[in-house]
């Protein structure tokens, strides 16, 4: 079964949490998360087919479109994302590693499955705006080359929609940043 996820950020935290009974009303979706976060803002992550995923969009879009910030339907997620999204993954080999920073949880997550489906790097860790001031950041692990191609793919989106804080590659990091962010 194809397993795509939505997710959705709103301004409002009153309007999110109406949202997430709107989501699951519109469509066979699972609430994958749903939370506040920093500055009073409310994400919600939601999965099933792409059609479902895209309806239950349409319907919180029809109801609340002046409360969202941004919003994106992703296709085929890697799994990797997911326990990605639950600091989970096991890193392999300690490698070069990549940073991205964005404003938005729609747009880290659009920016984590791009990376994963560019080449072949770890996930590390996705977080959304919690302790960090309602910024979103992802962590990748791999080969140089590889994690280079898979930083300047994933800052494609959040670039285009101004949301792109930043990014950094470090190549050959020492050992006490592996014991940092990995």
Do not use: H
């Not at 890697?78 to 964005?102: C, H, M, R």
């Not at 996705?126 to 080969?143: D, E, Q, S, T, Y």
Request: proline share 3%; with cysteine; net charge negative.
């Amino acid at each position: 079964m194809e397993r795509s996820i939505g997710v959705v950020e709103f301004r409002s935290i009153a309007v999110g949490i109406d949202a997430v009974d709107k989501i699951v009303k519109a469509a066979n979706v699972e609430i994958i998360d749903a939370k506040t976060i920093c500055p009073g803002k409310y994400y919600i992550i939601f999965s099933g087919l792409v059609s479902a995923v895209k309806d239950s969009l349409s319907a919180v879009e029809f109801y609340a479109n002046d409360f969202i910030i941004d919003s994106v339907v992703i296709a085929n997620v890697y799994p990797q994302l997911f326990s990605a999204l639950t600091s989970t993954n096991d890193v392999k080999t300690p490698a070069s590693i990549g940073v991205i920073e964005t404003l938005t949880a729609p747009s880290i997550i659009w920016s984590a499955d791009s990376a994963i489906k560019a080449t072949n790097i770890d996930l590390v860790e996705v977080r959304i705006a919690r302790a960090l001031g309602g910024k979103n950041i992802c962590i990748i692990n791999g080969l140089l080359s590889d994690v280079t191609e898979s930083v300047n793919k994933a800052i494609e989106y959040p670039k285009q929609k101004d949301f792109l804080v930043d990014w950094q590659i470090i190549a050959a990091p020492n050992k006490d940043l592996y014991r940092a962010v990995l």
